[in-house]
Each structure stands twice: as C-alpha cells, then as structure tokens.
T-cell receptor, first 115, second 115 residues
Framework: QQQVKQSPQSLIVQKGGISIINCAYENTAFDYFPWYQQFPGKGPALLIAIRPDVSEKKEGRFTISFNKSAKQFSLHIMDSQPGDSATYFCAASIGYGGSQGNLIFGKGTKLSVKP | SAVISQKPSRDICQRGTSLTIQCQVDSQVTMMFWYRQQPGQSLTLIATANQGSEATYESGFVIDKFPISRPNLTFSTLTVSNMSPEDSSIYLC????????????FGPGTRLLVL
C-alpha cells in the first residue's frame, strides 16, 4: 500500500513533442505528490509538486495532472527539449505525517529527447 | 533552498572495509536523510538523522551496518560498515529545510563500488 508505481521505465520523444510519465498509488492518505528530475552524476532535484485539492498544476513547460478518484498523477513536459533528457521520479508522502511523511519514490523514467 | 555537498564523490573499496561519507549543508536544518540508489533503481530511504536525537532507521537497515552521526545542524556522516559488493550503490544525503518532510534537497551523491 506504500508503493508508487511509475511508467514507462524509459521514454524516447522527439524534440518539440510531449513527454508523459504516469504514476499510480494505493495509499489514500498520501497528500503530497512531487516530481524529481535527476541528471547523470547529480542528485535528484525537485521539479514540481501538487496536492490533491487541485487537479492540475503548471509551471512553465511542466504540468502535473492529478486524478484523485483514480489515484493517479502524471507529468507532462510540453515542447520537450534535448536538455530535458534525464531520469524523472514521482513520489508521494503524507504531509505532516511524522514518520509516515517519508517520501515514497517511484522507480523512475529515463527520458531521452531526440534532436 | 539548500546547497549540499558530499565527500567523497566516489570511491572504490575492498570488501570487509568501511567507508564514511560526509554531508555538509550551507544552512542549518533539522531534518536530514540518507538514501541509497542502486544502479538504475529508485531511491530507498536508509534513515532519518535529526540533530539531537538518535537516527531512525527504515526496515531493512540497521545501525551496526550504517551508523550515522549528526553532530550539528549543518553536518552528518553515514558509515557503510563491513562492506560487500551488494553495498555498491549511490548514497545520497538529503535535507528538508521546511521540517514538514516535503520539499527535500539532495546532495550530488557518493558513488561506491565494492570489489
């Protein structure tokens, strides 16, 4: 019930295209859903995050769509660029949850954007 | 935000030896975390290290194998003891400046290879 399932494992997109990465969760107590971006040789960096009181959050070319009833959320990267090539991790946690508030990460999606 | 540095950035060690990884933060933070990221895999929380208290270990990780020190609000160490090839991984330090276990900033990681 603590798992976050992420798909696809890898994704190849042409420059200018839309990259879509999906995550699903079981624990309905989760109330914070961040996405992290990790470049080779670097630590993960927070990209964008959403809470379940909204269905969508947009920051520049990055959008999170959230479907509470389906217990799914996704990351959309519009106008994908070669510089977006990285591994993306979704995560979930219970905010203010003490020890239950630990981030649970998905397995990651390796995105390659072809020029 | 927080800027995190880790030492060493990478190391190759012999089985049976121990390695201590240092994590330095540019600001005072209460909550610090240590993660393991095995090649091509997701991030797994090893322990939470809050200054002034004993580290809290996640299931599958024990203090004898991964002793942690947290002497002040800007520094922590993780020791990987009696190493085996299965310990080959990236070890990441992370901090949460907000204290609510949400926005986490990661260090660049320490890449460990055990022969």
């Amino acid at each position: 019930q603590q798992q976050v399932k992420q798909s696809p494992q890898s994704l190849i997109v042409q420059k200018g295209g839309i990259s879509i990465i999906n995550c699903a969760y079981e624990n309905t107590a989760f109330d914070y859903f961040p996405w992290y971006q990790q470049f080779p040789g670097k630590g993960p960096a927070l990209l964008i995050a959403i809470r379940p009181d909204v269905s969508e959050k947009k920051e520049g070319r990055f959008t999170i769509s959230f479907n509470k009833s389906a217990k799914q959320f996704s990351l959309h990267i519009m106008d994908s660029q070669p510089g977006d090539s990285a591994t993306y991790f979704c995560a979930a946690s219970i905010g203010y949850g003490g020890s239950q508030g630990n981030l649970i990460f998905g397995k990651g999606t390796k995105l390659s954007v072809k020029p | 935000s927080a800027v995190i540095s880790q030492k060493p950035s990478r190391d190759i060690c012999q089985r049976g030896t121990s390695l201590t990884i240092q994590c330095q933060v540019d600001s005072q933070v209460t909550m610090m975390f240590w993660y393991r990221q095995q090649p091509g895999q997701s991030l797994t929380l090893i322990a939470t290290a809050n200054q002034g208290s004993e580290a809290t270990y996640e299931s599958g990780f024990v203090i004898d194998k991964f002793p942690i020190s947290r002497p002040n609000l800007t520094f922590s160490t993780l020791t990987v003891s009696n190493m085996s090839p299965e310990d080959s991984s990236i070890y990441l330090c992370s901090v949460d400046p907000t204290g609510v276990r949400e926005t986490q900033y990661f260090g660049p990681g320490t890449r460990l290879l055990v022969l």
